[in-house]
């Protein structure tokens, strides 16, 4: 059984997809800044811009997106 991925995850770009994995992996603002060598403002823009692309309010409305995402590559490859 093949699903589609509608969730808009490849909408992101490269960086963004980037700073949602890590926030995903429950890294804190300075921690991704930090890993992704940016200002820990740079990784607020990202993430404001991230919840736009997605059409999510918050912090968890992403994960789950992302979280939805991964669910959905494992089961079709």
Known sequence: MEF???NRID???IRQQEVLKR???GLSYTEIAEDLFI???TVRTHKKNIYKKLDVKN???AMKMYLINEIMMKMNS
């Open 4 to 6: 589609r991925n509608n």
């Open 39 to 41: 200002s820990p403002e």
């Open 11 to 13: 909408s992101l770009t």
């Open 59 to 61: 912090q968890i409305g």
């Open 23 to 25: 926030v995903v992996d």
